[in-house]
């Protein structure tokens, strides 16, 4: 198992080189010009040439990718086209904001997804199971933004019990969890139900019944270590979707994280930031792939890796 | 972190109780103000961005400065005098300023400000309009400082209000500092930058101009979801909202928490025609298509009536703009005579590019003309796309059956030199300028020119009168409105006022 973290963390620098030269190409084919945004619409033509000198941007493309890869090995992203300020210190001030509400969300989402999975099983076709359900599909089909803004109008403009914007007490973190969590609760529970189902109709859980091992023990010991793998797998390798929800929550809520920190750094054609960000967010997603596995491996040690 | 996670399972509880026993209260010596966008710089030479010159302006001052009834004034100079041909320019400064560092403001500030803009290695994002005419800037005595300008620029008092000429501190130049970080001798200072929160100042208790009037502090905010800014005002976490998006802006008239604020703006919309193109080269076509358009109906229907319909090139609020000219009503029989007179008694089909989030005027547009019988084919582009495809050469356009391009121009209080000359002199032809239907008149150019050399305000904007009337009788342009400008604050908030363009004046402002 050793070899087989190592293994995969060997490929993590491979993972991030072939991401980052993704990323590198692929703002670069977008259209809009970082110097001509900076120096405005009514620029000369000439004033947003010595913007792109200063910006490095008049350098060829594998230069460019040299410097910003010289530079990322040693831990340093770069400057801010637009804030002016090291890449790396403004990740590191947003990061703990979005790792913040990222973890609350999950947990609130495993928290709420495997009981009302659970439930949704053990009452399958009964109506506990239906209202589960219907949540469930809601919950994964409505969109992040327009949840967010509903439930700011009611419980921050109507009611006024929790604060709008930003993150500046632990209250300001209710609203972007809950809203974060919607689509990883809907997911994770229906991954459990349909997990629960299929290990209810074991021989083993029927021995167990047979024995006369009482319900809740059966469920909560015997069906849902099994159930877990699934799960567990479903939440790992759904990180990545929630990241892509923290850059919309965050947006929304002018939460102070990364998400939000990518939204503007795309409209102002950021390169260092969009850059920096996305190979942050690849090492969190990779990292959360390779825990899933683990805790797999710990749970059940059948599994095994070669 | 950890205290929010121990903290979750009272979430419910406490949000209920919390709100019982804490109501949500801003600190009353704290002028909240949002915006849509993140400021691009501290460093007011280095950004272009409306936005970004209302959060700076608190901080930050020129030697010339405009006032609430938009006329210039002295600020950190005194006095100045100008030769008989308007191209030296002597400033006396004012004694006794100082940066927020300590640094004295003198003649070598003043010198060294203007030079890092005609260093093309610095590379300023606000280089561009001064370098046009600027030839250099040198200290005749410690506090007197001399300008010589290449060609007379109508605008350069007004400029010296604006972004690359307000003075940033020397020291912090040097340093490389002053884009993250910024020193002015504004009557407020910098006290926190947080480029994913805010930024916030505190008041200059060493002002030259005594106490600053304004309140403790000034918080900027930014969000580009108007939905969030609405709420952001209802709320109260936002005493001040700048632009307010105009389609919740009924709502806030309606409610007496809140006051809106709607004046003239700046910023002209126009669909400029390719008058290298056929038909769109006669000018019996190009004047159908101004008698075949609706303006009412566009400032309704686009702008929920925030906008005034154009009659002229120039906005309102530009001096030398002459509201008493209509040349255009809306007249769809006689567009079709004018066609038929040209040509085109059955019409014709033209194309025309818009930015997406501008597309509805394009589409308004299509329904109007279609009256008349053109019919025109509306190509929605993302920002980037679009000025790339607007800024070709004819070759370019033909090649592209670029037919017409709808765009917005702003100039505003700077004057009409910066309106006339970018958008319709034959030397601005795209690419080089934003002439971007490569429209030629030797008559404007020469108006244009005259104007621009002449001292006398009377006379330059009786010819600029002119160039009015030449430009709206060859409609290179279709003319279409002036946008307002809408702010939004809560009731109690006194004192606020906008430069046309957006650009937002709070540092007097009480609550």
Redesign the interface.
């Known amino acids: 198992m050793k070899a087989y973290i190592a293994k995969k963390l060997l490929a993590l620098p491979l993972i991030l080189i072939g991401v980052s030269l993704l990323v590198f190409v692929a703002i670069r084919a977008l259209p809009g010009d970082p110097a001509r945004l900076m120096a405005g619409p009514e620029a000369t033509q000439e004033a947003v040439d010595n913007m792109t000198r200063r910006l490095g941007l008049d350098r060829s493309l594998p230069e460019q990718y040299a410097s910003f890869a010289y530079g990322a090995v040693r831990g340093d992203l770069g400057i801010s086209i637009k804030s002016k300020l090291p890449v790396v210190d403004e990740i590191a001030e947003r990061l703990p904001f979005t790792l913040g509400l990222a973890i609350t969300a999950y947990l609130l989402a495993i928290g709420i997804g495997v009981p009302a999975g659970m439930i949704a099983a053990i009452y399958r076709h009964g109506w506990p199971d239906q209202i589960v359900m219907i949540l469930a599909i809601a919950g994964a089909s409505i969109a992040n933004f327009w949840l967010a803004l509903m439930a700011m109008n009611t419980f921050s403009v109507q009611l006024g019990w929790l604060p709008l914007l930003g993150a500046s007490s632990w209250r300001s973190f209710i609203l972007p969890s809950i809203t974060l969590a919607v689509l990883p609760t809907a997911v994770i529970a229906r991954m459990t139900r349909s997990s629960m189902i299929e290990v209810m109709s074991q021989d083993y859980i029927r021995t167990a019944y047979a024995k006369g091992v009482a319900p809740q023990t059966i469920y909560w010991s015997h069906a849902l270590r099994n159930a877990l793998i699934p799960i567990i797998t479903i939440v790992g390798l759904n990180f990545g979707s929630l990241v892509g929800g923290a850059v919309v929550t965050e947006s929304v809520f002018n939460w102070p994280g990364i998400g939000r920190f990518l939204v503007d750094a795309v409209r102002y054609r950021d390169y260092p930031v969009i850059q920096g960000v996305t190979l942050v967010a690849v090492t969190g997603v990779v990292v959360m792939n390779l825990l899933a596995e683990l805790l797999i491996a710990v749970l059940n040690p059948k599994i095994r890796f070669d | ?1 950890a ?3 121990k ?2 399972r009272f ?1 419910l509880a ?3 109780a ?2 019982l026993m804490f ?2 209260v801003a600190g009353a010596a704290t002028l909240n103000v949002m915006q849509t ?2 400021p ?4 007011p030479g ?4 409306t936005y970004t010159a209302a959060l700076l302006d608190p901080m930050y001052e020129g030697l010339t400065k405009r006032d609430p009834d938009l006329s210039l004034k002295p600020a950190l100079a005194t006095e100045w005098s100008s030769d008989a041909a308007g191209l030296v320019w002597t400033f006396k400064l004012r004694p006794g300023v100082k940066f927020h560092d300590g640094t004295p403001f003198d003649a070598d500030a003043v010198v060294k400000n203007f030079t890092r803009h005609l260093d ?10 001064l ?2 005419f600027l030839e250099g800037v040198t200290a005749v005595d410690p506090m007197t400082v001399q300008f010589k300008l290449k060609t007379q620029y109508p605008a350069f008092l007004a400029l010296l209000a604006t972004g690359p000429c307000l003075m940033v501190s020397p020291a912090a130049e040097t340093a490389g500092t002053i ?2 970080k910024a020193v002015g001798t504004g009557p407020y200072k910098l006290a926190e930058y ?5 930024v916030l100042q505190t008041k200059n208790t060493e002002w030259w101009g005594g106490a600053p009037k304004g309140e403790d502090e000034i918080k900027w ?5 108007p ?2 800014m609405n ?2 005002l ?2 109260g ?1 936002a005493d001040v909202v700048n632009p307010f998006p105009a389609a919740f802006a009924q709502q806030i008239k309606a409610n007496p928490d809140m006051t809106l604020s709607a004046t003239d703006g700046s910023a002209v919309f126009w669909v400029s025609l390719n008058t290298k193109m056929k038909p769109l080269d006669d000018v019996r076509v190009r004047q159908a298509l101004n008698y075949a358009t609706d303006r009412e109906g566009i400032v309704k229907a686009f702008m929920q009536g925030f906008a005034t319909p154009a009659n002229s090139p120039l906005a309102p609020v530009t001096p030398g703009y002459d509201k008493s000219l209509a040349p255009y009503s809306y007249d769809v029989e006689k567009a079709k005579q004018l066609l038929k007179e040209a040509g085109y008694p059955e019409g014709f089909s033209m194309s025309t590019i818009v930015q997406e989030q501008e597309s509805r005027i394009g589409e308004l547009l299509q329904a109007m003309w279609a009256k008349a019988g053109v019919k025109l084919e509306v190509r929605k582009m ?4 679009w ?2 495809a607007a800024f070709l050469d004819p070759a370019g356009k033909e090649k592209d059956t670029i037919g017409s391009s709808i765009a917005s ?1 702003s100039s505003g209080v700077n004057g009409a030199d910066l309106q006339f000359r ?1 958008l319709y002199h034959s030397k601005s032809a795209s ?2 300028g ?1 002439n971007l239907g490569f429209f030629s008149d030797p008559k404007l150019d020469e108006l244009i020119d005259k104007a621009a050399s002449t001292l006398d305000e009377k006379a330059r904007n009786a010819i600029y009168v002119d160039a009015q009337k030449l430009v709206n009788e060859q409609a290179p342009h279709v003319l279409l409105f002036t946008k307002q400008d809408l702010f939004a604050t809560r009731a109690g908030v006194k004192g606020t006022w906008v430069i046309p363009g957006g650009l937002i004046i709070v540092k007097d402002a009480r609550k």
Do not use: C, H
Not at chain 2, 40 to 43: I, K, L, N, V, Y
Not at chain 2, 46 to 49: L, V
Not at chain 2, 221 to 225: N, V
Not at chain 2, 382 to 385: A, P, R
């Open positions: 972190m205290m929010f996670l903290n979750r979430v406490s949000a209920v919390g709100a109501p949500i966008e993140a691009r710089s501290m460093d280095d950004q272009t961005a093309t290695k610095r590379g300023l994002a606000a280089s561009g309009r370098r046009t884009g993250s947080k480029s994913g929160e805010y905010t930014w969000t580009p979801e939905s969030v709420m952001a209802q709320t976490d993302e920002g980037g796309v000025s790339k121009w970018p690419p080089a934003a």
